[in-house]
């Protein structure tokens, strides 16, 4: 079963008298454990199609799945396994990283000893234990990456969404984060959904669809593995 199905998602806005189609008729599955990355030009419906997979916004047509149930009758239970990454800190929230980690957890009750431990294991996972003292506004943008994707595996999420995840971040730091995200999913059998520019780097994604004026072009469900019936050799003996 795929974990996020898309069915002939439509979605308009109003501009003031004017009528804007973000997205046309798209349909798009996502495994667990893959990573597709949705690439197109500024307001291509980028955003808005990854706001719609998470839930925030409803589509005017078509419907959202995630795991095999439709996403505005979910249970809150859910809901909490779609988990959106940003890089936004409030100040609230945690005065260091750790504390901000640890956040998710301790907003659910979690014991405070298991999710400091929990948010450890998490840093280390992002190779981020070495800031897990320091306040957010002292982190270069590759380390708030970082961060925020402890912040987000930490709740051990099935779907995680990324809008432009490396924008800000130095060319030469975006390819290993990537390909962390991507190791991420594979290992965890995480879902992920990501966006980047017409000319932003995709290293690590398993499938690259472009969006152009709402509509969806490329290979939008994923690859099923062919079968080959075997051969029996003819100096085998049958059973």
Do not use: Y
Not at 31 to 40: L, Y
Not at 196 to 218: H, K, M, Q, Y
Request: with cysteine; net charge neutral; hydrophobic share 45%.
């Amino acid at each position: 079963m795929n974990l996020l199905e898309l069915q002939h998602v439509t979605k308009r806005f109003r501009r003031g008298h004017r009528g804007l189609l973000a997205l046309r008729d798209v349909s798009l599955q996502v495994d667990p454990g893959e990573v597709v990355c949705i690439s197109g030009a500024r307001g291509s419906g980028r955003t808005t199609l990854l706001r719609i997979a998470a839930g925030i916004e409803r589509p005017d047509e078509g419907c959202v799945r995630f795991a095999g149930i439709d996403l505005q009758r979910a249970s809150a239970a859910l809901w909490r396994q779609i988990v959106v990454c940003n890089t936004r800190f409030l100040p609230a929230h945690g005065r260091d990283v750790s504390e901000h980690v640890m956040m998710p957890l301790l907003a659910i009750r979690v014991s405070r000893d298991e999710a400091s431990l929990r948010a450890h294991r998490a840093l280390e996972r992002v190779d981020a234990a070495h800031v897990a003292f320091a306040a957010p506004e002292e982190l270069i943008p590759s380390e708030l990456l970082r961060v925020s994707l402890a912040r987000a595996i930490v709740r051990d999420p099935r779907l995680l969404i990324l809008d432009e995840p490396t924008n800000g971040v130095d060319p030469l730091e975006r390819d290993p984060l990537l390909t962390l995200l991507q190791s991420i999913a594979h290992e965890s059998a995480i879902a992920v959904l990501l966006t980047a520019g017409e000319t932003g780097s995709v290293t690590g994604a398993d499938r690259i669809l472009r969006l152009s004026d709402g509509e969806l072009l490329g290979r939008t469900l994923p690859t099923t593995a062919e079968v080959v019936q075997l051969r029996r050799s003819s100096s085998e003996p049958s059973a």
